[in-house]
């Protein structure tokens, strides 16, 4: 049997795949591979990777398992930004809300990260969860007033507040991906720093550890990866939650290593993901943030009830 992938409903064989490289002829199969099937493939792939990291530094720097993008505030404030854009000025054009959306995931984190360092004792773990909690609440209660007031907005900003890479070509989201690959580097070279941080902050300390410089440079980090993501592929959920943990069954808590398994799994799940969300519905697509809650929430509930019992 051949092999052959599906383009919508049709199923194109990989024949015609591997032609539209190396014979691009103009026909429909090559020009739906080359401007949908390819961008949308590295976009997965890319917004994954990005995700599945940022979700393993939060989870070491708050010193919480259960954290994500969503946990500080990122989803949150470049949602409000994104709608704030639509519902204000009436702007829908792509390549200026995925600047919206980048700009809302970093003020966001600023904001977490200032109120999180407030006090004597600075920044700590339980200081920067409440605060990316109480933001992200915020934020979220401001987005939802917005769409209420403004039903061409929620039409609008709908399919994107779900989680979606369908429709974002890669010459209009292209310009956020040096962002994200910026903190790809930064995450590898935190790597070893963040294994101390994890002995907890009077060890890492101890052992010469500059936390602060550290903690700062992994928010950054953060704020570059998942503000990124969420900015050209909207609010995917727990990516960022599930992939570190999985990782960690795999290979252990050496960051070192946990960090280019999430580039991977990440990866693949979000790609996975979005493939699923074309086919489990006949004849139509559903958001792939729809199929990421639908894998990761058990997966949530199954760590909270673990966390619970120790």
């Known amino acids: 049997m051949a092999l052959s992938i599906s383009v919508g409903i049709t199923e194109i064989p990989m024949t015609t795949v591997i032609e539209s490289f190396i014979n691009m002829d103009g026909s429909n199969e090559h020009l739906i591979i080359q401007d949908t099937r390819i961008s949308r493939t590295l976009l ?3 917004v994954g990777a990005s995700l599945a990291i940022a979700g393993a530094m939060m989870q070491s720097i708050t ?3 259960l954290a994500s993008p969503a946990t500080l505030g990122v989803n949150a404030g470049a949602s409000l930004f994104i709608v704030s854009m639509v519902v204000f000025w009436s702007i ?9 959306g980048f700009f809302g995931a970093f003020l ?4 977490v990260y200032i109120l999180g360092s407030g006090g004597k004792e600075g920044l700590t773990p339980l200081k920067l969860t409440l605060a990316g909690a109480a933001i992200a609440a915020l934020f979220t209660s401001m987005t939802q007033g917005l769409l209420t007031t403004n039903e061409r907005g929620l039409e609008e900003v709908l399919f994107w507040l779900t989680g979606s890479v369908q429709g974002r070509k890669l010459e209009l989201v292209a310009p956020i991906f040096p962002f994200m690959i ?3 580097i930064l995450a590898f070279m ?4 963040l294994n101390v941080i994890t002995m907890g902050d009077d060890v890492a300390k101890g052992l010469g550890q500059r936390t602060g410089l550290t903690k700062l440079l992994g928010g950054l980090a953060i704020t570059l990866l998942a503000g990124g ?5 909207g609010p995917i959920v727990f990516v960022g939650l599930t992939v570190p943990h999985l990782v960690k069954g795999l290979v252990g808590h050496d960051h070192r290593w946990i960090i280019p398994y999430c580039v991977v799994v990440g990866a693949i799940l979000l790609l996975v993901s979005d493939i699923g969300a074309r086919f489990i519905m006949n004849q139509k697509e559903i958001p792939v943030g729809i199929m990421t809650a639908v894998i990761g929430t058990p997966f949530f509930i199954w760590i909270a009830r673990r966390k619970v019992g120790e």
């Open 190 to 193: 935190l790597a070893k720093s």
């Open 63 to 65: 010193g919480n398992p």
């Open 108 to 111: 966001s984190m600023v904001i």
């Open 182 to 184: 910026v903190g790809m």
């Open 92 to 100: 829908s054009a792509i390549s200026i809300l995925v600047y919206a």
């Open 229 to 233: 993501a969420v900015a050209v592929a």
């Open 44 to 46: 997965a792939v890319i």
